[in-house]
């Protein structure tokens, strides 16, 4: 497994921006394909956005496509996840994920390493 550590999360208007970060380490970052879910309270925690070991694919959830951009460093062994026109149901705990490649999956079963979250909070 690997070690994953969030931030950047926080209290932002709607229509507002966040950048989250992901900071990996105990494994080799190119090993694994990474993903951001969210669990708002009383729901079950969803597929937000994913990227390829490589940087070359990346995946995201109908809610956010078009404001959300997954991205990595791996120079930096981290993954972002810019979160541009937040909407009030924005408002969730993010996690960071990784799942061993060549494992390419939405389904947070197959992930086997995650963060302790971040909690990103919408206001109207």
């Known amino acids: 497994q690997v070690q994953l550590v969030e931030s950047g999360g926080g209290l932002v208007q709607a229509g507002g921006s966040l950048r989250l970060s992901c900071a990996t380490s105990g494994r080799t970052f190119s090993n694994y394909n990474m993903g951001w879910f969210r669990q708002a309270p009383g729901k079950e925690r969803e597929f937000v956005a994913a990227?390829?070991?490589?940087?070359?694919?990346?995946d995201y959830a109908d809610s956010v496509k078009g404001r959300f951009t997954i991205s990595k460093d791996n120079a930096k062994n981290t993954v972002y996840l810019q979160m541009n026109s937040l909407k009030t149901e924005d408002t969730a705990a993010y996690y960071c994920?990784?799942?061993?490649?060549?494992?390419?999956?939405?389904?947070?079963?197959?992930?086997?390493?995650w963060g302790q979250g971040t909690q990103v909070t919408v206001s109207s």
């Open positions: 990227i390829h070991w490589s940087g070359g694919g990346t």
């Open positions: 994920a990784a799942v061993p490649r060549p494992m390419w999956t939405r389904d947070r079963t197959n992930y086997d390493s």
